[in-house]
């Protein structure tokens, strides 16, 4: 299995409050992501990075944002929580020499109330 | 739009019946790759086909590509309840960025 980490496994906070979930990879892989996944809608891309320092939005980035410091760590910050962003976060790297095959986190369920 | 289709989106089967699962597109893609998510748990990859008309098996699974890479097909010989799970298609548009469109899966569940 892939080396990699998510934390917190769950978190319950308030509309309003900011929110980090980080996602920690073992592989050394360029490639990072940040999907949500809501029953209805499968999995959609909120962020990636390409590189340390590198990142751009997905289809759902509105109300996040991410930062890149380091290979292995991967960020998501939720600037002021929304009951709609109550959902499950996955994170997912890619890299070597296949990068379109990703390779999934546990998972961090976050309720937002 | 939904890039990626999947069907059946539900299936409810007994151990021991064979099963047909669809993923299918308009565009063509450079590779699609099919993942299993089992409750509370991040998708784990199962098989990656790349060239039209590529049949893959990975036990009592048969994995294939549409000649025009644009489709393709999961078969399940006699299930079991282990093989209960989420199971999601995913790709890169040819031409298009490496970064995969995922369809929204065929819950799968298979009563022993």
């Known amino acids: 299995d892939a080396g990699i980490t998510q934390s917190p496994r769950h978190k319950v906070t308030e509309t309003g409050t900011p929110v980090t979930l980080r996602c920690h990879q073992t592989e050394n892989h360029r490639y990072m992501y940040w999907y949500r996944q809501d029953p209805g809608h499968g999995l959609r891309l909120i962020h990636y990075?390409?590189?340390?320092?590198?990142?751009d939005k997905g289809e759902v980035s509105d109300g996040y944002s991410v930062s890149r410091s380091k290979t292995e760590d991967f960020l998501l910050t939720l600037e002021s929580a929304t009951s709609s962003q109550t959902s499950v976060y996955f994170c997912?790297?890619?890299?070597?020499?296949?990068?379109?095959?990703?390779?999934f986190g546990p998972g961090t369920r976050l309720l937002v109330l | 739009t939904q890039l990626l289709e999947q069907s059946p989106q539900f299936l409810s089967i007994q151990e021991g019946e064979n099963l047909t699962v669809y993923c299918n597109s308009s565009s063509v893609f450079s590779s699609l790759q099919w993942y299993r998510q089992e409750p509370g748990e991040g998708p784990v990859l199962l098989v990656t086909?790349?060239?039209?008309?590529e049949v893959k098996k990975l036990k009592r699974l048969t994995f294939q590509f549409g000649d025009a890479r644009k489709d393709s097909s999961l078969h399940i010989t006699a299930a079991q309840p282990g093989d209960t799970g989420l199971y999601l298609c995913?790709?890169?548009?040819?031409?298009?960025?490496?970064?995969?469109?995922f369809g929204r899966g065929t819950s799968l569940i298979v009563h022993p």
């Open positions: 990075s390409y590189g340390v320092k590198d990142t």
């Open positions: 997912a790297i890619s890299g070597g020499t296949d990068k379109e095959t990703q390779y």
């Open positions: 086909v790349v060239t039209g008309g």
């Open positions: 995913a790709g890169p548009i040819s031409g298009g960025s490496y970064i995969p469109t």
